[in-house]
């Protein structure tokens, strides 16, 4: 028999989400500003990982939306890739959660990937090589954020 | 769900800018506060300034003031003058324009397009098609308003093009944004047009969204590609377009006039 627990912490969740959004924005070096890590879709990918009963495809969706709003690109590019990325991740969490680190790591290389092949599909941007950079970067972070992530989860106790 | 976004997709027909404009508002604390930290740094680093350097920095701007007044008497006597000269021509046109003073939110966007978020929106009035000036040059123009912010694409977006005449001798050409890189280019100029580099590009404000007569850049190159029709001519703009914090909104007259045109015309009819 499987125990309901009540859900807990959907705050720490949010805020998570809202501190990636923070980091999407901050001001960084010209030279930096095409390697910057895709922070939210990675909080993201963590918390559809840990807690898949709490973080499903319509929030990544609202999520996206807002972030095609803040960064001003066409609206709904970046809802409809986070919330495929987030349905993926939900029908393979539970290996996800097994591969160790470095394999969970390409794995999120291939999912930012992902989300960037279908903003530059269907956004009409300037395609150039730098698009391909922040997916590198998100894979180097990746050890980081899941850290941090799981140590606020365990802390908090958010389930 | 996927109806959904197929249906937000259709943003591109520009049906979804009263959404749009919710949306950013919603964003808006989430930015600001993104551009507090460097906000804090100008403040501090304008806090700490010692007196000696406020000393020479007062020196500096007050012989500035000093050349732009002494330039100013001049250039009203030729404003006078030119006045003058349009109304025998039968062709008065304004030659100042109301400006609103607005802030650059320092945050990065999308790095694939040239964007930035001012901290003006429709509380000040600001409007889509308003075109935005630093004290060197134009940056741009307004895209989207949301009610404490607004966004502006600058002059080197590659989706972004301003009417633009050559200042030496009146030529009327188009520059474009080119993305990555700081520069413009003029589209369709043959090889023979007469373009020199160094030649300075003044808005033509045909298109009726830039106001006349604003500088937007200099030639540095120019190019003849062989067995191309056009010249590949480089622009640097002339605004700030990179340092700039402090930017000046248009407030045109020119609204009121084209209103009351219409109305004079509904009259009439």
Redesign the interface.
């Known amino acids: 028999m499987a125990t309901y627990k009540t859900p807990q912490g959907g705050v720490i969740i949010v805020f998570s989400v809202l501190f990636a959004m923070l980091l999407m924005l901050l001001p960084l070096p010209e030279t930096l500003r095409f390697v910057r890590p895709e922070w939210v879709i990675m909080v993201l990918i963590y918390w559809a990982m840990a807690l898949p009963n709490r973080v499903g495809v319509g929030f990544a969706w609202v999520v996206g939306l807002l972030i095609d709003v803040m960064m001003g690109g066409t609206l709904g590019v970046l809802a409809f890739a986070y919330a495929l990325v987030i349905y993926l991740v939900l029908g393979f969490h539970l290996q996800l959660r097994q591969y160790p680190l470095w394999q969970q790591a390409l794995s999120i290389m291939s999912l930012v990937l992902l989300v960037h092949i279908i903003a530059v599909l269907i956004s009409p941007r300037t395609a150039s090589w730098h698009v391909w950079l922040p997916a590198v970067t998100s894979t180097i972070m990746w050890p980081f954020v899941y850290g941090t992530l799981r140590k606020l989860r365990r802390t908090l106790k958010v389930s | ?1 996927a109806s ?2 197929l ?3 259709d ?2 027909l520009n049906y ?1 800018s009263p ?2 404009s919710v ?2 508002t ?2 808006y604390p ?2 600001t ?3 507090l ?2 906000d804090a740094s100008y403040w501090i680093h304008d806090f700490f300034k010692d007196r000696k350097q406020l000393r020479e920095k007062n020196t500096i701007l007050e012989a500035g003031k000093l050349l732009n007044s002494v330039r100013l008497q001049k250039l009203e006597a030729l404003e006078r003058e030119n006045m003058r000269l349009r109304e025998l021509l039968g062709s008065s046109f304004r030659l100042r324009e109301r400006v609103l003073v607005a802030e650059l939110l ?8 040239q ?1 930035v978020v001012i901290n003006k929106g429709k509380r000040y009035g600001v409007f889509v098609g308003q075109s935005v000036l630093d004290e060197t040059g134009v940056m741009g123009q307004v ?2 308003v949301s009610k404490f912010s607004s ?1 502006v694409v600058l002059l080197t977006d ?2 972004h093009g301003i009417p633009v005449q050559i200042n030496r001798n009146g030529l009327r050409a188009v520059a474009t944004g080119r ?2 890189g700081n520069d413009l280019q003029l589209e369709h100029l043959p090889h023979n047009a007469d373009v020199r580099v160094g030649d300075l590009l003044v808005t033509s404000g045909l298109g009726g969204r830039f106001p006349i007569g604003y500088p937007v850049g200099t030639v540095v190159s120019i190019n003849y590609p062989k067995g191309k029709s056009f010249a590949e001519i480089a622009v640097k703009p002339a605004a700030h377009l ?1 340092t700039s914090r402090e930017v000046l909104l248009v407030l045109p007259e020119r609204r009121l006039d084209t209103k009351n045109e219409s109305t004079f015309s509904e009259e009439n009819q």
Not at chain 2, 106 to 113: A, E, G, H, K, V
């Open positions: 769900m959904l976004i249906f937000f997709l943003s591109r979804f959404v749009r949306l950013s919603i964003v989430i930015q506060i993104a551009s930290p460097s320092t945050i990065d966007l999308d790095p694939f397009s964007q895209t989207e966004r590659p989706s993305g990555l990179a």
